[in-house]
């Protein structure tokens, strides 16, 4: 069997023809140095930023140009090997660096902010807010006083955005009030692994797959979001946000609505969010008996995770004594259509697990009637997300001969890296691209947003009102044992233990 690669590639547009200005709300935060930075300096190195274009980091502190350009620099020493540039790279990526210190209350500090960007003129400015998101509400009211919400202006929006639906209502009405809803680009870098936009190809741009995919031939499917960190020095922010809230609400969903969604009329955006939104309105809603039989929630106790000891949650910086919050969260729904009707979803995410691995798994069903002897496993696809990019199939093959023919399993695996060495982007450069040139296929519509707190807030107050808490598992593990029994009620088990 051979798969199309070229049908598969979805390759990332060239650089746009026009000048910008990217100003970052939090410029000295861990967001923007981690995450920002390092894909700007990525789309930078493969020539990708229109030229003449300037990125403004905005923050509390007193900072001159050249002093934030040697902050941002230092950070880089904590990045990845491959992100850091040489000294020689780095001062030609610095020339398009400025800072501004603002205090976000004050609106002078944003009519200062406002002449700063008239000054050019720039065909497009995209307003990144990497702060807290209590801010959103007052950053926006702001823009919009100061009149920095024109029609060449965007606003990225960083998740989590609120902590339930109502607030996350809030902001978006905020949100509203100054932006039109094509100027708000709610950011999910999940959306932009390139894995998961072929998810898209994979389905409607090969014919492959796409008549299989429905309840008749598929068993289940499993969407894992390991983490073998903890949570570091940022337990204090962890503890107010808690894994449903911080993976399954936003990336777990996402990545669920592009597996079940049926195919768009068109690649328009509204087309595709359209489709994904119908997916989110179709699942299977909670109840309080259900997230007790379906909901799964821990928090790892001290382990080892490679080798090497590692504390528990409650020892961990900045965790309050005592914290109920769950770094740990399995959970078994169902998309209630024709398409899927009665095909399990489960979804699982944790931190401090034994590795660091993000996969999709489509588990077939088995021939209905088997003229084999030996092994008796069912065909799956992967679809790996990270630490690896590609995809698996797994199929059996006949092993042996003259009688002693058995059937085992065989894969083809089809590693992105290596099959488009020179045209691999990171999720958040591919984003910040698309932000820029105003693609706005992989961000998430308000409606969208919403309609997954919908869903989960059942599950987040059935916890309030639960007593027990969420149950301990070792680091290093693959969460508590309940989640494995959740599994095993329908006669299935997690990809590592098949």
């Not at 004050?106 to 009519?111: K, L, M, T």
């Not at 902590?163 to 999910?188: C, G, P, W």
């Amino acid at each position: 069997m051979i798969i199309n690669v070229t049908k598969l590639h979805h390759p990332l547009p060239g650089s746009c023809p026009m000048s910008f200005d990217l100003v970052l709300f939090g410029g000295t935060g861990d967001l923007t140095w981690r995450k920002i930075m390092p894909a700007l300096l990525q789309a930078f190195r493969h020539c990708k930023l229109p030229p003449g274009g300037r990125v403004l980091a905005v923050a509390r502190d007193e900072r001159s140009d050249d002093e934030y350009r040697a902050f941002i620099k230092e950070r880089f020493a904590a990045v990845e090997a491959s992100k850091r540039p040489s000294d020689e790279e780095f001062a030609r990526f610095a020339e398009m660096l400025h800072y501004r210190r603002m205090d976000l209350s004050q609106p002078e500090h944003y009519a200062g902010l406002k002449a700063w960007v008239d000054e050019r003129g720039a065909d497009t400015v995209v307003l990144f807010l990497a702060t807290s998101p209590y801010l959103f509400p007052v950053i926006c009211e702001q823009l919009g006083a100061a009149g920095l919400n024109g029609p060449n202006a965007r606003v990225v929006l960083e998740k989590p955005l609120g902590h339930d639906l109502k607030s996350a209502q809030t902001i978006n009405r905020v949100v509203a009030s100054a932006f039109r809803e094509e100027q708000a680009l709610r950011i999910d870098h999940y959306l932009g692994k390139p894995a998961v936009q072929n998810v898209m190809a994979l389905r409607f741009g090969n014919a492959l797959f796409e008549p299989l995919w429905r309840r008749e031939s598929i068993a289940n499917i499993q969407i894992t979001l390991a983490e073998d960190i903890g949570v570091g020095t940022r337990g204090d922010f962890y503890d107010k946000t808690g894994a449903l809230r911080d993976m399954i609400q936003n990336h777990a969903l996402q990545l669920l609505t592009m597996i079940a969604m049926e195919p768009p009329p068109s690649g328009d955006a509204d087309a595709i969010r359209d489709e994904k939104l119908k997916v989110l309105k179709s699942l299977k809603p909670f109840t309080p008996e259900s997230v007790a039989r379906d909901v799964v929630r821990g928090q790892y106790k001290a382990g080892s995770v490679g080798g090497q000891p590692v504390p528990g949650y409650l020892d961990e910086v900045k965790v309050p004594v005592g914290s109920r919050c769950e770094t740990f969260v399995a959970l078994r729904t169902e998309v209630q259509n024709w398409r899927w009707a009665g095909v399990p979803f489960y979804l699982r995410t944790g931190k401090r697990l034994a590795e660091r691995d993000s996969h999709i798994v489509v588990n077939f069903r088995d021939v209905p009637h088997p003229i084999f002897p030996g092994t008796r496993q069912a065909n799956k696809l992967v679809i790996k997300l990270q630490p690896e990019d590609g995809l698996e199939l797994h199929l059996l093959a006949v092993k042996g001969s003259g009688g002693n023919e058995l059937l085992s399993p065989v894969s083809l695996d089809l590693d992105f890296d290596r099959a488009f060495p020179s045209e691999r982007v990171g999720g958040y450069e591919r984003l910040l691209l698309d932000a820029l040139a105003g693609r706005l296929n992989l961000f998430v519509r308000s409606d969208e947003q919403e309609q997954a707190w919908r869903w989960v807030e059942p599950v987040l107050q059935a916890w309030a009102s639960d007593p027990t808490g969420p149950r301990p598992y070792s680091a290093g593990g693959w969460g508590p044992a309940a989640a494995s029994a959740m599994v095993a009620r329908d006669g299935c088990t997690w990809a590592e233990e098949q």
